[in-house]
Nanobody, 119 residues
Framework: QVQLVESGGGSVQPGDSLGLSCAHTASTYVMAWFRQAPGKEREFVAAITYHSEGTWYGDPAKGRFTIAIDKTKNTMYLQMHKLKPEDTAIYYC???????????????WGQGTQVTVSS
């Protein structure tokens, strides 16, 4: 059983940066960030292989977000820059035994952390 715990969410202003962390017990898994805004479906943000061989970004994240993983700390990160109000959502980390960008591809989920971008 993989356990995932997100942290680092908060309230920021447009243009600010914010970093999220996901402490996990996963190994040899693909790990990802998704987000869900009120009234919307859960959306793929970024994914990374456990050994950092590859990364993939969803359209909202390209050019502004960076996903990383530190195996020595069992922690995955999402560094977000130039935040916009439309980035407001609950951000979830997830783990899977296979590569994918759909929620259906992921077997394990954290509880989520709120990110609010507002002036």
């Amino acid at each position: 059983q993989v356990q995932l715990v997100e942290s680092g969410g908060g309230s920021v202003q447009p243009g600010d940066s914010l970093g999220l962390s996901c402490a996990h017990t996963a190994s040899t898994y693909v790990m990802a960030w998704f987000r869900q805004a009120p009234g919307k479906e859960r959306e793929f943000v970024a994914a990374i292989t456990y050994h950092s061989e590859g990364t993939w970004y969803g359209d909202p994240a390209k050019g502004r977000f960076t996903i990383a993983i530190d195996k020595t700390k069992n922690t995955m990160y999402l560094q977000m820059h130039k935040l916009k109000p439309e980035d407001t959502a609950i951000y979830y980390c997830a783990a899977s035994g296979r590569w994918g960008t759909s929620t259906n591809d992921y077997d394990y989920w954290g509880q989520g952390t709120q990110v609010t971008v507002s002036s």
